[in-house]
């Protein structure tokens, strides 16, 4: 099949989880709320009750530290949410239209990974939109370089999904594993409390620094806020951009390796 | 049906689905991985942070609190395999037995109920080496409290799950439902937090929602917070649950029936 086929059904693809997202407005509504409720009680409640300075050593906005994590958290979440779409498009036994179609494996898992990966940042906007308004900073670049960002890592997450998705060939199984995957991840993490306070637990710390959630909260800060921050990130901001593009292109090809070698024979019936 | 066959069928009802629980122990495996992730990463990192002259041992304080997220999350099984009864049709079969509705409302909420329980014990038992040992009133309060929110939140889950048929709208409810009773309650921080970022009227009613007051009933009972009013917790807890099972077995009937 040429490179032109190829891109058009990469394109077909892309489309096809866009619509598929577009149809889910109120779950749309109903995830902005909760973000909101988040935000807004959560969010202020913790910063209300936390002493950073006593542990990082610097004088830092908790808030701010907490908003650009909880984003994060967001688009991991969503992201990852993509897992229980796929997992059911396979029971309802899509999957043999889409391997029907004239589109090579190699295009359908890389057009599920950056069409996924593409809803996934879209349906995070609003709420990326709501931050930067609860920031009040508006630097063009910061916010062009981040939403590159944030689109790179969404499309990881589901490449990594669409791979785990295809390995585990259950919806209750995978409802199971990426509902303890979110949750140990997240924890796992800098997105509620910086590397250096995990430092005191030595598997914790090593494991927030390789997390690539961590990287990915901690790019965000520093974008932003890079001398509030600085001191705290897992890395340099070169170091953790890398790590970010590295994490699509792996996850993407993982995803096609897995497509090509998981996808036949039905074992979903 | 006499009310001895009523009872039958309610029993018959609550043990398939305590001996269905069993059947998901991975599942089970993996909420019980999450709060303990809860308990053992996030709380335990994060008494580092807090600010002690608020809260003293945030770990203990927030172990407490896990317990009642354990109701949640556990209750919120049998929402789980209701909705999956839903969405594949197997609720005609269910109407289709010989039980009349009421018993097999007030059996899968039952059945829920000592679910909640019974993946709430390990957590009980963790608070208990954690916190501090409950005297003998003290454990009466523990029971007495995850009955009455783990079948609150058993119906609740059944209604919520009950009402689409679309796997991920399910999910997301019950996220929502999960974030609204966690966020507004005290389990991961005190009232006095909330006063300081809130009007105080908020801070208050968030002191009454089920889940915080079965946090302030467990933290009394595992010696953490002794200046609560217990008794008054216990009684608006009653209340909570009293409202919420009848809402929640409405609901169930009416999502069981509808066409």
């Known amino acids: 099949m040429s490179l032109r086929e190829d891109l058009r059904g990469l394109w077909l693809l892309v489309l096809w989880d866009l619509n598929r997202m577009q149809r889910r407005t109120l779950f749309v509504v109903m995830r902005v709320t909760w973000f909101a409720i988040q935000v807004s009680i959560f969010g202020l409640a913790l910063s209300a009750m936390v002493r950073f300075r006593a542990v990082a050593g610097v004088n830092l906005d908790y808030y701010h530290f907490y908003l650009f994590g909880v984003y994060t958290s967001m688009l991991f979440s969503i992201s990852v949410s993509r897992a229980y779409d796929i997992a059911e498009e396979f029971e309802e036994g899509t999957i043999e239209y889409l391997l029907s179609l004239p589109i090579t494996r190699r295009a359908l898992a890389l057009g599920r990974a950056l069409g996924g990966g593409l809803a996934a940042f879209l349906f995070t906007l609003p709420m990326y939109a709501f931050i930067i308004y609860l920031l009040g900073d508006y630097d063009p670049a910061a916010i062009a370089t981040s939403l590159a960002a944030a689109l790179a890592f969404s499309v990881g997450v589901v490449g990594f999904v669409l791979s785990v998705v295809l390995s585990l060939k259950s919806s209750d199984t995978t409802d199971i594993v990426f509902g303890l995957l979110d949750a140990v991840l997240i924890r796992l993490s800098t997105v509620f409390y910086p590397a250096v306070v995990l430092s005191k637990i030595a598997p914790y710390y090593y494991s927030a620094l390789v997390n690539p959630i961590s990287h990915f909260a901690d790019f965000l800060r520093t974008v932003f806020f890079f001398e509030e921050f600085k001191a705290i990130a897992v890395a340099s901001p070169d170091l953790m951009a890398s790590y970010i593009l590295g994490f699509a292109v792996g996850l993407s090809t993982l995803a096609i390796l897995v497509v090509e070698k998981a996808v036949e024979g039905g074992g979903w019936k | ?259």
Request: overall charge positive; glycine content about 6%; cysteine-free.
């Open chain 2, 1 to 259: 049906m006499s009310i001895y066959g009523e009872l039958r069928s309610v029993a018959l009802i609550v043990y398939r689905d305590l001996s269905r629980f069993w059947k998901y122990r991975f599942w089970l495996a993996g909420q019980i991985g999450m709060n303990l992730a809860d308990i053992l990463i996030y709380a335990l990192v994060f008494n580092n942070m807090v600010n002690t002259q608020l809260i003293p041992d945030y770990f203990k304080f927030f172990t407490t609190g896990v317990i009642a997220i354990a109701a949640f999350a556990s209750a919120f099984s049998i929402g789980r395999e209701v909705g999956i009864e839903i969405r594949r049709e197997y609720t005609h079969y269910l109407l289709g037995l010989p039980f009349s509705r009421t018993s097999l409302v007030a059996g899968r909420i039952l059945g829920g109920m000592l679910r909640g329980v019974v993946y709430q014990s390990s957590f009980i038992v963790l608070a208990a080496l954690l916190v501090g040992m409950p005297s003998p009133y003290g454990w009466l309060l523990v029971l007495f409290t995850s009955l009455a929110l783990s079948a609150s939140m058993s119906g609740l889950a059944i209604a919520i799950s009950s009402s689409t048929k679309d796997f991920n709208l399910q999910a997301t409810f019950r996220a929502l439902t999960y974030y609204v009773f966690f966020f507004f309650s005290n389990v991961f921080y005190p009232k006095q937090v909330l006063e300081m970022r809130f009007p105080k009227p908020v801070a208050e009613a968030v002191g009454y929602t089920p889940v915080s007051l079965a946090a302030d009933i467990y933290r009394w009972a595992f010696g953490y917070n002794t200046a609560v009013d217990v008794a008054q917790r216990v009684w608006l807890l009653s209340l909570w649950t009293g409202a919420m099972l009848l809402a929640a077995a409405l609901i169930y009937l009416w999502n069981l029936t509808r066409k």
